[in-house]
């Protein structure tokens, strides 16, 4: 079953159509993000781990390349996988560098306003990975990969 909203602005009618088979596809996408950005997370602590034990890197240094490594697979991921985009490099490269220093300034921002205010700085990070998640996803589908 459809349901159709209508609302006019102006001049202009705008008529949106939802239905169950929509709501399921953005949860199933919404998942593969998710999933996406847990695998990006876990090779940015792969390659943390492997820099500083094996290879004597400097902690600093081998978490930036294992942020940067996860980015990339983040970013080819959603790109094939959660978005199936087929839009130039030279277009979303840009925007997903920008939305990831964006997320990470936002993150930073929530936690330490959220323990400042005196909710436990790791119950405070676990608020601001959910709000910079839904974000980042909504960004992702509308702005970089669409």
């Known amino acids: 079953m459809n349901v159709t909203f209508c609302g006019s602005s102006n001049e202009h009618t705008m008529v949106r159509s939802y ?4 709501s399921r596809f953005v949860g199933t996408q919404f998942a593969k993000f998710a999933a996406v950005g847990g695998l990006g997370t876990g090779l940015h602590y792969l390659v943390l781990v492997v820099l500083v034990t094996l290879l004597h890197v400097a902690p600093g240094r081998a978490a930036f390349a294992g942020a940067a490594a996860g980015a990339c697979l983040v970013y ?54 959910a709000v910079v998640l839904v974000i980042n996803f909504i960004v992702s589908k509308t702005w970089i990969f669409r």
């Open 76 to 129: 080819l991921l959603n790109r094939r996988y959660t978005f199936a985009s087929d839009a130039d490099h030279r277009r979303t490269l840009p925007r997903f560098v920008a939305l990831a220093v964006a997320g990470a300034l936002l993150n930073g921002l929530l936690v330490g306003l959220l323990s400042g205010a005196g909710l436990h700085f790791l119950l405070a990070q676990v608020v601001a990975t």
């Open 19 to 22: 239905s169950p088979s929509t």
